[in-house]
């Protein structure tokens, strides 16, 4: 699912997640190295050093030259209520309502990284952490219970390789990683652990967003990433951040290859962010031969800022994805003898509008997506079934998002999302769950039943979403 996404995380599924606020935490710190070259310049003059304080980094964010709160997968925080000399703590909430118009049986949503459960209260997430800071020595903690803590591990096959649960001693948490931070350039950090996904834009959290269920393209892209992150900031509108990590949305490794991956992140002025982000790894459980390449960009352009005027912002995004995979079996494009083709083609395009002082914003979006072989798409858990490929599939979606933010630290959201497939996909009003429950293996037949699959879902999603 994962998730990025800018910030952080990202999708997902993956800090996803979009990339900005999936960065969140990143020290960029020059202070100390500021201080030492002071109190050696004072030595050197005859002035008596000052009295030896105890030595802590002040902690900076990137891309400090200009408010980047605009950004969809980026807080719109600018301050922080929990913040202390060593550590700036972090709790957030989200508590929904799904109105399903098909009304399964079974309350169970289907083709969502973001949601699981239909015509019931539930928290999908809430975590509480923060981020650390000693001597340029760096940490992040972030835990999540609710409906994330079930739904994100289900998503990722390298557990059903080898002994001790990987998804169970990881489940209730999101991100959880240490480093250290070199002042060079104008940034060095080195992180190693379970960190937000850039893919796909959005960001994992739903406060960061201007959406709450967001196009496939985002939907379906890894949230985390479980390795190591090595950001350079060359300069202050620029990152380049190679990634080693274990796999697509993997707490463990599906072969013997880890997968590598790249960003770069780019920030000319206060109004334009453009993103890149790069992915090669072998992902297939059990075929080392597979080899899985994706390609993910995005533009986020703020065309419109005059907080006087009613209408206070606007800004639009568009993401475009391409990838395949290729060999042990299948092919990238058209077909042959050695198996059919498998790839994915995506893009969607959002547009927000901020009204009277940013309190409330209205979000227009949508997209497409093609993806033959399934191999990115979600598994409707019917059955229990968790993440294995599908066949071709083709879908499109559109939305509708309102917000009213009286404040920094919380949203109420109310969402319409319109969803189609080319194929029998979302829930219909018999559910994907067996009369009385999953039976046997996840994901078998069951003699006697079939789930109720139709191509189109709508719904209305009212949320509480809070961050401090």
């Excluded at 960029?28 to 304080?53: I, K, M, W």
């Excluded at 650390?132 to 998503?155: D, E, I, S, W």
Aim: charged content about 20%.
């Amino acid at each position: 699912m994962m998730r990025t996404t800018i910030g952080l995380v990202g999708r997902r599924r993956r800090c996803h997640a979009g990339a900005t606020a999936l960065i969140v935490g990143v020290a960029l710190v020059a202070g100390a190295g500021r201080a030492a070259a002071e109190t050696a310049d004072a030595t050197e003059a005859g002035s008596p050093p000052a009295a030896a304080a105890e030595p802590v980094t002040p902690m900076a964010e990137p891309f400090a030259f200009a408010d980047f709160t605009w950004l969809t997968g980026n807080s719109r925080q600018r301050e922080s209520i929990l913040k202390t000399k060593y550590l700036t703590g972090e709790v957030r909430a989200d508590v929904n309502y799904v109105w399903d118009f098909n009304s399964p049986e079974d309350h169970t949503l289907i083709g969502s990284s973001e949601l699981g459960r239909t015509n019931e209260f539930q928290v999908q997430q809430f975590g509480f952490g923060g981020d650390f800071l000693y001597k340029n020595v760096r940490a992040r903690l972030m835990t999540q219970f609710g409906m994330y803590a079930t739904m994100t591990p289900r998503n990722d096959a390298s557990p059903a390789r080898g002994q001790w649960a990987l998804d169970n001693a990881y489940r209730y948490m999101s991100e959880i990683y240490a480093g250290y931070h070199i002042d060079k350039l104008n940034g060095f950090n080195i992180d190693a652990g379970i960190f937000m996904s850039y893919v796909g834009l959005f960001s994992y959290y739903q406060f960061d967003n201007w959406a709450y269920q967001p196009s496939y393209v985002s939907s379906n892209m890894p949230w985390f990433f479980n390795g190591v992150r090595i950001q350079i900031f060359p300069n202050e509108h620029l990152k380049i951040e190679p990634w080693i990590i274990n796999g697509w949305q993997s707490y463990g490794m599906f072969n013997e290859a880890p997968g590598v991956g790249l960003q770069v992140l780019w920030r000319p002025n206060g109004s334009l962010s453009a993103l890149s982000n790069s992915y090669w790894g072998k992902d297939t459980l059990g075929n080392p031969d597979r080899r899985r390449l994706h390609s993910d960009n995005s533009l986020q352009y703020k065309y419109l800022d005059r907080p006087a005027e009613f209408l206070s912002k606007a800004a639009f995004t568009v993401t475009i994805d391409a990838g395949c995979e290729s060999g042990g079996g299948v092919v990238c494009t058209g077909g042959s003898d050695t198996g059919p083709a498998q790839y994915f083609l995506g893009y969607m395009v959002y547009n927000r509008f901020w009204f009277n002082k940013d309190r409330y914003a209205v979000t227009l979006g949508g997209g497409q997506i093609t993806n033959p072989g399934r191999y990115l798409v979600l598994v409707p858990p019917i059955n229990g079934a968790t993440a294995a490929p599908g066949d071709s599939y083709k879908a499109w979606d559109a939305s509708g998002t309102f917000d009213f933010m009286p404040n920094d630290f919380v949203t109420f959201r109310w969402e319409f999302n319109h969803r189609v497939a080319d194929v029998p996909y979302f829930a219909g009003e018999g559910g994907v769950t067996p009369p009385g429950g999953n039976t046997g293996p996840a994901g078998s037949v069951v003699p006697g039943w079939e789930p109720d699959l139709v191509r189109s879902e709508d719904r209305i999603t009212p949320a509480l979403l809070v961050k401090l």
